[in-house]
């Protein structure tokens, strides 16, 4: 497990498309400050768990990826940690989801996939 250190970027409020491209720069910043490094984005004080929240996770990931690092998602909500595995997003190389917690509670989600039994219904 990675040490705990301070997050490249923390955003507030509800993320938006308008709000992707000042996030993408974020992002390639802290990618260029420290190379090969995951980019921490501490998610604690966003407040929407929707589809466009996920697209601005989703390309900020991307930013991170073309700039040779990761992105390291510390403390979602759980009804967005919850969309991100619903939409697949969890399962993408390079995205490192840090659930924040007491110390009994605290767990890091790494692209887990669930088997599926014979006797499972199709969905």
């Known amino acids: 497990m990675a040490a705990f250190r301070p997050p490249d970027l923390a ?3 509800p993320l938006r498309r308008g709000d ?3 996030l993408c720069d974020q992002v390639r910043t802290a990618c260029a400050r420290a190379p090969a ?5 501490d998610l604690a004080a966003v ?3 929707d ?3 996920v697209d601005a996770l ?3 990931q991307l930013a991170a990826r073309r700039a040779g690092s990761g992105l390291r998602l510390r ?13 697949g997003l969890s399962g993408l190389g390079g995205l490192v989801v840090e659930m924040e917690g007491h110390a009994e509670q605290r767990e890091i989600a790494r692209c887990v996939q669930e088997a599926v039994e014979s006797g499972d219904p199709a969905l």
Request: aromatic letters at 4%; one cysteine or more.
């Open 75 to 87: 403390d979602p909500s759980p009804a967005l940690w919850a969309l991100l595995r619903l939409v």
């Open 58 to 60: 989703a390309r900020m």
């Open 11 to 13: 955003p507030a409020g």
């Open 51 to 53: 589809l466009a929240t």
């Open 37 to 41: 490094r995951d980019v921490v984005c």
């Open 47 to 49: 407040t929407t768990a």
């Open 20 to 22: 992707v491209p000042h």
